[in-house]
């Protein structure tokens, strides 16, 4: 084979490595995960330069379960193809103190401008002072998420709502030290939050959740989740939220009939949480049928009040959109059955959401 023969196939196999890879790999890198983009950049020269050339695939950081997690969120910031990151995952990652969240404020400050969704849970190690730096930079975040910190107080909340005025999804479930001061912050700051997950926040009272929910009645998801000290006079309330569709009520000991009720006025719930209610009885289930037709899930587990003739009503207003329903532990419901239940409830699929 002469030279004229090999130079026409070298310039088609050069044009389909520069040109053809690239291109079809920058529509597939869209669907994977961080680490294997990464990767990606190391496959050649050609691949490299149109992968870091197109910000859409750089949006987003997850660090989640990673060791030296502090050390790898403030080198990545630091590359220029993360100008733009929009989220940042450090879920359960490990070595993130608030010495890496400072190191954030002072020298990679840029790239955070447009953060709108930051991912804390489970990092233990970082304080007030950790989300004083962070949220000094991200002015633009919307979606806050610090699940099982004992070391957050109500300071920290008073750094987020002066340094993030556009926040409408919060989680502090765990967050065991934030106090009703918090949740006064919260409900001052933030009248148009869509998602709440205060569970086990044990310091919090009736009067802090009230002004919640006098407040911020765009909100759509409430977790109340291991709360017991709340009582009517608080649950009532939550009938000022009309956009509701999902409400965990689970372990509420206090929350009684007249409570459900009010609660039942909420026509746009689609997930309900009664889990060890205790005081319920079937008075407050047929009001939560007849005022919430567009339930979906709704678990019972645990109380022992509600009978059969809860289960008839749900029925006739909601036989055609419920598809999860505990009634395990319902002593009083003796059609509980999975064939019985599916005579009532022919769409259901989930029989057992606690074990």
Same mark, same amino acid.
């Given at each position: 084979?002469?030279?004229?023969?090999?130079?026409?196939?070298?310039?088609?196999?050069?044009?389909?490595?520069?040109?053809?890879?690239?291109?079809?790999?920058?529509?597939?890198?869209?669907?994977?995960?961080?680490?294997?983009?990464?990767?990606?950049?190391?496959?050649?020269?050609?691949?490299?330069?149109?992968?870091?050339?197109?910000?859409?695939?750089?949006?987003?950081?997850?660090?989640?379960?990673?060791?030296?997690?502090?050390?790898?969120?403030?080198?990545?910031?630091?590359?220029?193809?993360?100008?733009?990151?929009?989220?940042?995952?450090?879920?359960?990652?490990?070595?993130?103190?608030?010495?890496?969240?400072?190191?954030?404020?002072?020298?990679?400050?840029?790239?955070? +401008?447009? %953060? *709108? @969704? =930051? !991912?804390?849970?489970? /990092?233990?190690?970082?304080? $007030?002072?950790?989300?004083?730096? #962070?949220? &000094?930079?991200?002015?633009?975040?919307?979606?806050?998420?610090?699940?099982?910190?004992?070391?957050?107080?109500?300071?920290?909340?008073?750094?987020?709502?002066?340094?993030?005025?556009?926040?409408?999804?919060?989680?502090?479930?765990?967050?065991?030290?934030?106090?009703?001061?918090?949740?006064?912050?919260?409900?001052?700051?933030? +009248?148009? %939050? *869509? @998602? =709440? !997950?205060?569970?086990? /926040?044990?310091?919090?009272? $009736?009067?802090?959740?009230?002004? #919640?929910? &006098?407040?911020?009645?765009?909100?759509?998801?409430?977790?109340?989740?291991?709360?017991?000290?709340?009582?009517?006079?608080?649950?009532?309330?939550?009938?000022?939220?009309?956009?509701?569709?999902?409400?965990?009520?689970?372990?509420?000991?206090?929350?009684?009939?007249?409570?459900?009720?009010?609660?039942?006025?909420?026509?746009?719930?689609?997930?309900?949480? =009664?889990?060890?209610?205790?005081?319920?009885?079937?008075?407050?289930?047929?009001?939560?049928?007849?005022?919430?037709?567009?339930?979906?899930?709704?678990?019972?587990?645990?109380?022992?009040?509600?009978?059969?003739?809860?289960?008839?009503?749900?029925?006739?207003?909601?036989?055609?959109?419920?598809?999860?329903?505990?009634?395990?532990?319902?002593?009083?419901?003796?059609?509980?059955?999975?064939?019985?239940?599916?005579?009532?409830?022919?769409?259901?699929?989930?029989?057992?959401?606690?074990?």
């Amino acid at each position: 084979m002469d030279a004229k023969e090999i130079e026409p196939k070298q310039t088609a196999t050069t044009t389909w490595n520069r040109e053809t890879i690239p291109k079809v790999m920058k529509i597939v890198s869209t669907k994977l995960p961080q680490r294997d983009l990464v990767s990606l950049l190391l496959v050649s020269p050609w691949l490299y330069r149109t992968l870091t050339c197109f910000p859409p695939l750089w949006m987003a950081l997850d660090f989640r379960e990673m060791n030296k997690a502090g050390d790898r969120l403030i080198a990545a910031t630091s590359l220029p193809r993360y100008q733009h990151v929009k989220e940042i995952n450090l879920e359960f990652a490990q070595d993130i103190e608030d010495e890496h969240l400072e190191v954030l404020q002072s020298k990679c400050f840029v790239s955070l +401008q447009k %953060l *709108e @969704s =930051l !991912n804390l849970n489970g /990092c233990q190690k970082i304080s $007030d002072k950790g989300i004083e730096a #962070i949220t &000094s930079t991200c002015s633009k975040l919307k979606v806050f998420s610090i699940y099982w910190n004992v070391r957050v107080t109500d300071i920290g909340i008073k750094h987020v709502v002066e340094n993030c005025k556009q926040i409408v999804d919060l989680n502090f479930s765990g967050c065991k030290n934030i106090s009703d001061k918090a949740l006064q912050l919260i409900a001052e700051n933030y +009248q148009e %939050l *869509e @998602s =709440l !997950n205060l569970t086990r /926040c044990i310091k919090l009272t $009736d009067g802090g959740l009230q002004q #919640i929910l &006098s407040k911020c009645s765009s909100l759509q998801s409430l977790n109340l989740y291991a709360l017991s000290s709340f009582t009517d006079k608080a649950y009532k309330k939550i009938s000022s939220l009309p956009l509701l569709k999902f409400l965990d009520l689970c372990g509420a000991q206090n929350l009684s009939d007249e409570g459900l009720s009010c609660i039942a006025k909420c026509k746009n719930i689609v997930s309900l949480n =009664l889990t060890w209610c205790v005081r319920v009885t079937d008075v407050g289930v047929v009001a939560i049928a007849e005022g919430c037709t567009s339930l979906e899930f709704l678990s019972l587990f645990g109380i022992v009040g509600v009978t059969d003739k809860c289960l008839e009503v749900l029925s006739r207003f909601c036989s055609n959109t419920v598809t999860t329903l505990d009634v395990n532990g319902c002593i009083g419901i003796k059609r509980r059955s999975r064939d019985e239940l599916l005579q009532l409830f022919p769409r259901l699929r989930c029989f057992k959401v606690h074990s």
